[in-house]
C-alpha cells in the first residue's frame, strides 16, 4: 500500500514534525537500504581485519598508498550530479502516471445527468458502461501490475469477479490472436455501442449527452492506453545504468580508500582510528537512500512499499459502479422535491 | 492564514523591500526555527562546558581529534544536493494542489447565464446547485484539513451550517458503509440530477446550457478528488526520510565537529576562540529554515501559518451562492435595459 | 513600463549583442543595486580606516584573525544553492502570472461573428459586454497594482472614465459588504445576462454562439480570478527570508572577512594591498544582483522598471473595445462583397 | 527496439532490481561506449609507453610538468554542469516527442459510436477513414525515420502494402511538386471530406459526431506535424556543439594528465603506480555514457536500440483498422443485447 | 535558415555522431566565438608581452602578484551557476515562442470538412479565409522579425504580395491611428464575418462548423498575439545583466590572472610555460558559447543561423491555402467514390 504520512504533518510547530517519520519502517530508507549496507559492513570490516590483522608491515604500507589513492579519485566520480538529474526525472515520470490512472468519477456523473431514469433498463445501460470501463481498467492493469495479474490470470477469473459475462469472454478470446492494445480498446469500443444504442432508444436524453459520454470513453481509453506506454516506453537503460554504476563503483572503491589507517603515519585527516566508519556509512545510506528512491519509483505499479496500488482501485472502481446501478429513489433527497415541481 | 506579503514588496526602488521581511514573525523562519535552534545551543554549549572544563589535557587532545574528524567528514553529506531537489519537488506540488482547490465561480455565471430567470423556482435551483458544490467542498476539505475537519465532526454541524437539509443527510448516512470517495461523489450526482431535472422542466434554457453545466459539475468533482489524492500520495517516505536524516546527522555531527579547539594547538582555521559558534549557527538556521520551508508545505492544508485557509474558503463559497440566489430586480442594472428592448 | 529589448538582440553577428544591453540604465542592474553598494562600500571603507588607522599592532593582529576566520566560514552558508532555485520559481512564477492577465481580444472576435449587425442595438450590446470585461479587468487590476489603484481609488472614477454608468456604480455600492472577490464576479455575471438576453432576442445567431460567448467570459473571470490568488499567495514567507538572509549575512560577514590585510604578515592569498576590494564588489554586484532579480519579479504588477504595465493593458482593452463597436460599413472591406452574393 | 525493463523493475525488495539492469547488453552503457573506450585506451598506453621507455630523464622531467599541468586545470572545464544542464533538455524534448506521435484508438471509438452500422458502406467508411489516417502516418514516419523510409520509399511500395488505392497515388503524384508538408495533409482533407460526405448520406448519425470526427482528425493531423517539426528544429547547434566539445576536449587532456608519474617524484597524489587507470576509465565511462544519453535520444525517431519503433507502431495502428472494419455480427456481445430490448 | 542537423545523428554507432557535427560551421561555436576569442587573444598577448618584456624585475615581482590574486578571486564569480539558471530559462522559452507560431493546417481541414463545395462560391470563401489568416501572420511576423520586415514593409508590397485587396488596404490604412495589437485583430475579425456569412448563405454545411471555424480562428489570433508579447516582454534586463557581466568580468580578469608566469618563481600550479594558454582559451569558448547560446535563442525570430525563418513559414502558409483552393475534382480521388454512393 501507497505510504500516506501527509495527514501526520500538517503542522510544524515546536521541532517540526518531519523527525516523527523518521521512525517508520514501512516504506522507509532503513527497509530500502538495510541488505544493501550489511554487504557492505561485511566487505568494509573483511578489508579491515586483513589490514590490522592479515598484512606484515610493508604490506600494510602498500595497502595505506592504494587506499589513500582510492580514496582520493573516487571524487572524480559525478555521483551528485548525475543522481540528482536521474532521480528528478524518475520522481516527475512516477507522479505524471499516477496521474494517468483512469478514474471513472466524471463517467458516473455523465450517467446520473444524462441516463438519468429510474427504470431497470436503463439501470442496466448504466451499469453495463461502467462494467466495460471496468473491465478496461481491469485488463489494463493486469498487463502492467504483477499483483493484479495474478489475481486475474486469465479471463475466467475475470468472469468470476463479475466484470464479463460468458458471452463477451467468448469474444474476447476468439481475438486472443490480435495485439493487447486492440484486446483492451475492445471493451471501450462497446461501451460506445451501448450509448449509442441507448440514444437511438431514447435513453439518452439528448445528442449532447452522447458526445460527452463517447468524449469522456475516449479520454479514459487514452488514459489506459497511455498507463501501458509508460511501462513500455522505460527511461532509457543507458541512463539508469550510468546512475547505478556511478553509485555501485564510488562505494565499491570506498570500501578500500574509508579504511582507518595506522594514525602514526600521519597521513592528512587520518589522524584517528574509530573501528566503526560512521561517516562512511552515513555517506553510503544517503546515496544508496537516494538510488533506492528510484529503484521504488521507476515502476510505480510494482509490489513496493511505495507503489500505487491498482488492484484496490480497481474494487473502489466497482464500489463506484455499483453505488450508480443502485441508488433506489428511497435513497434519492430530490425523488420529492422533482414531484413537487 | 496564509502570510501575504506580495503587497509589501511592489517594488525594490531604495534598498529593496526584501529586507522588511526579514522582520515579520507571522510564518517566519524565526517562529519555525527557534525551538530546535534553542536545543541546538543547548547540546552546543554542554559539550563546550565539557570539553573546556571537564576533561584533562590527555582527554582534550582526544577531544579535538575527534571534533577535527566530525568537521572534516560531515561534508561527505550531500545536504545542499538533496534538499535543493527536495525542495523544488515540494514547492511544486504545494503549488499545484493549491491550483486543485474547486472555486464555484465559473459556475454561477453558468447559473446566471442559463439558468436566468428571477422566479422563486430558478432562484431555489440555483441555490440548491451551489449548495450540492459547496457541501462536495465541505466533505473534501473536512477530510484534508484538520481545522475543518473539527468545525464538521459529523453530519449534523453540516445539516447546522445550512449545507445538508435533513432528508440528504438521513441518506448519507445511509451510504456510511461506501468507500468515503463515493460520499464526495454523492452530492454531485444529485447537482446533476437538479440541472437534469430543470432542463427537463425547461429553467434551463437550452441543452448546450444543460451541457455547460454538467462539464462544470464534473471539472469540480475532479478538482475535488484531485484533492484528496494529493493528500493521500505523499512524496515517496523514503525521499521525505533521505533528507531530513541528511540534514539532523549533518548538524548533530556538527555539534562536536564545531567546537571552538584550543587555538594554542594551532590546527588550520582554528586559531581563534569566539564562544559563540556565529557561523554554524547561521548554517543551522539556513539549512533547517530550507527544510522547514518543505516541512510547511508537504502538507499545505494543514495548521502552518503558511497553510491554505479551507475555512475560509468555505465561507467565501458560502458567500457567492447567497449573491447568486439573492440578486433582486433593485440591484440588477439590467433589470431595464432588458425592458427597453 | 516594462523594458523591452528583444528587438535589439535580433542577431549574434561579430561580438554579440548583450555587450549592448550593459550600457542601459533603466531596469538595469546598477538602477537596482547602486545603493546597497554605495553602503556596502563605505561600511567596508569604515573597517578598512579603522584597521590601518585606529589600532595597535596587537589589536590588528587580532583583526586578522577575525578577519581570516569570516572569510573562510562564510562560504558554509550556501548561498548558491539557495539562491538558484528560489530565483527558478520566481521566475517561474513571474511568467505565469504575466500568462494570466485577461486579454478580450477572443471575445472580440467572438462578438464579430455572432454578434454580427450593424445596427444600433447590436453595437450597444457589443459596446456593453466589453465594457463589462473592461470593468471586472479595472476592478481587478485596481486591488493588485498600486498605480491603477491610485488611478481609480473609487468606483467614481471608474465611472468618469467611462466604465460604469451611474445606475451600475449604485448596484456595486449596496454591494460593498460583500466580499471583494464576489464584486469582481459581478459585472461578468451582468455580461453573461447581457449575452443570454442578446440570444432571446435574436441578436446572437445561435446557441452556440451563446455557449461559446459564456465560456469565453468564464475564461476571463478566471484569470481575473486567478490573478488575485497570485498575489494573495505568496511564496511561502520562509523561503523568502532564507533566501535573503542568505545573502544580506553572507556580505555583512565580507565586510570584515575581505578586508587587505597586512601583506608582511604573510597569510595565504593576502599577498597584496589593492585598497579598493574589486572582486568583492563583482561578488557582492552579482549576488545582489540575482536577489534583485527576484525582488523585482516577485510582484510583477508592482511599480519597478520591469514590472508589467497594467495601466497600459487596460488602455489598450479600453481601444479594442472601441474598434470593436466603431466599426462603419465605410470601414468594412465585407460590406460590399456581402452584397454581391 | 525500445529497450523496456520496466518490468523487471517492479519492486526493491533484497537488494533492490537495479544491480541486475547492469548486466544487459541491448541498449546498454557498454554498447554504446566502448568503441570510445578503446581507442581511448589505446592512446593512453601509447603515451603510457612514451613516457616509460621512449624518453630520458629530463624529457621525463617536462613530461610530468606537463601532465600535472593537464590533470590540474582540465577542471577548468565545466563539464558537469554543462551536460547535466544539456541531458535534461534532451530527455525532456525526448518525451515530448513521444507523446507527439499520432494514435488512432480514439478515432476507432469515435467510429464506433458515430458510424456504427454493420452495413458494407458503413465499413468501407470506417476503413477508408482509418485508411487515410494511416496514410498519413506513413507518409509522416517515412521522412522522420530512416527505417520506415527504407521499408517505402516511394509511393508503389506505399500502394501494396494497402495503404494507397492507384487512383490516389496517382493524385499524389501529381501534387508531387508541392511541399512535403501539403503532401502529409491532402490524406487527412480526403478524411474530412470522406466523413462530410458519409454525414450527407446519413451515415454518420449527428452533426455532434460530424464535429468529433474532424476534431479528431485535426488533432492528428497536428500531431504527425508536429513529429516533423521536432525532427525539423534541433537543438541549437552550439548547444550540442559545447556540450560535445566539453567532454571529448575534458578527455583528450586526460590522457596526458592522468598518466601515473614516476613515484619516485614524490608528486602530490601520485605516490603510487597502477598501470592501468581505473578511476580514469570510471570517469570516462561515466561523462561519455551521459553524453551517448544525449547522442542517443537527440533523434528518438532513429537507429538507436533505443530508438522508437515507428515501424511497430505503423503496424499495429493498420490491425486497429482491421479490428474496426472486421468485427461481424458473432464477435458482438452486443449483436443480441441490442434486440432484447 | 534553422540548422537541422537531428537526421545526422540518428543512430550512435561506433563513434556516435556527435563528433560529425564538430566540423560544422554554420550555427556553429566558433561561428559565434570567433571575434570575441580573437580579442581576447590579442588582449592575452599584449599583456603577456609586456610582461616578458616591458617590465624590470621587480615590476614583474608586482605583476605577478596581481596575477596570482587575479586568478585566485575571479573564482568568486558565481559564473556556471548563473549562465546554467539563466540559459535555461532562455531555452524554454526559446521552443514556447516556437509553439506559438500560427499554423494554419488545421484550419485547412475544417474548410474542407463544414465549406466543402467544388462551386466557384465555395473555393472564393475558403481562399479569403486563409487569405485574411495568412495577412494576420504575416502583420505579426512583420512587427517581430526584421527579414520580413523588409520584406513588407509597407501595406503596399503585402497588397503585390497578395495579401491585401487595394480596399482592404484602405482600411487598413484609415486605422492606422490605432495600436498595432488592433491592426493585426482587424484581418481575424474580417474572417469571422466571412464564415460568418458563408453560414447564413449555407455555404457553411452546420452550426457546428461555424463554431469550429471560430474557435480555430480565435486559436489563431491567441496565437499571433502571443508571439508579440513574447517579443514584447523579455527576459528581465537584470537577470541578463547579471549573466553577461559575470562572464565579461570572469574572462577580463583572466586575462591578467592566466598569464603564464615566470617558472623559476615557484609559484603553486605555475611550474610551466607554453606561451599559449590553451586551457585559458578552451574555458573561455565554452563560457563563451554558452553565453551565446543564450544570445542567439533570447530572441529567436532575428537574424542568427538558428532562428526561426519566418519568411519560409509564411511562404509554406501561402502555398497551403493555394492547395486549399486549387484542388479540382481531377486531383480528388472522392470524386468519383462520392458518385458510387
Known sequence: MTVSYTKKVSDCKGFGSFWRLLFRWRGSLYKLVWPDTCVYCMLYFLCSMVYRFGLDEEQRRIFEHVALYCDYFRNLIPISFVLGFYVSVVVQRWWEQYLSIPWPDSLALLCTAYIGGRGERERSIRATVLRYVNLCCALTFSTISPRVGRKFPSYKELMEAGYLTPREMKVLENQRGRSSAALTTLPMMWACKVVEGARTCGYVRDDHGLRLLVAELMALRDKAGMLVRWTDISIPLVYTQVATMAVYSF????????????????????????FVPIFTLLQFVFYMGWLKVAESLVNPFGEDDDDFELECILERHLKMSYLLGDVTPSDDPLAEDDEDD
Chains 1, 2, 3, 4, 5 share one sequence.
Open 251 to 274: 562505494f565499491s572503491f570506498s570500501v578500500l580508500g574509508r579504511q582507518f589507517l595506522d594514525p602514526g603515519q600521519h597521513y592528512t585527516n587520518r589522524t584517528i582510528d574509530f
